[in-house]
């Protein structure tokens, strides 16, 4: 008996090739009634400490400018929200010294990060790979991984796991400017929200 041909295969045969399409040339667009409001662009900085740091060239018109200099806490920031919106960025290795060697001042970081009314932790690995064997080091992935969820559940800490170095330079840069842009429109009596009905 001949077998059936399915037109549309189980999405557990599909393979992944992910392929990210390039960013926009704004990450998100405010309006009210329909029509677009003329906001302006934030200034990120970016922490002159930051080992491999994540340029922002890509997104120069994202941003009024880009500037390097020591931040109190963290990463990346936006000038004037310093002290409320805050990105730290790791990369695998960096995620793992932190969890183990650093474990003490990492943590107390982190709890400085969850008093902050926007922070964010970004780390420039898949989560596969935070939970696989890691070469040439003892580092338990079970405990990184749970070290993890404890940050967002204990702390309330937000993280976000990027595949690639470039990929996790586009969700720093739209965070930065998201943040930027709802606090703008809320101090400037528009409301937390980026269209009627929206968000």
Known sequence: MPRKRTLIPSPLAWSPRATPVPPPPLPVLAERGGTQL????????????????????????????IEHRALRLGDYSISGMEDSCVVE????????????TNRTVFINRLRRLSDLPHSLLVITASLSEIKSEYPYRAANPNRITQSLIAVLAGLRLPFICTETHELGEEIVASYLYQTFLYDWLERNGHGRYLADGDL
């Not at 906001?39 to 994202?62: H, M």
């Open 38 to 65: 003329h906001t302006p662009l934030p200034v990120a900085i970016i922490d002159t400490r930051e080992q491999n740091p994540l340029s922002f060239r890509r997104f120069k018109g994202w941003f009024a400018s």
């Open 89 to 100: 960025r790791k990369d695998l290795a960096d995620l793992i010294q932190s969890f183990t």
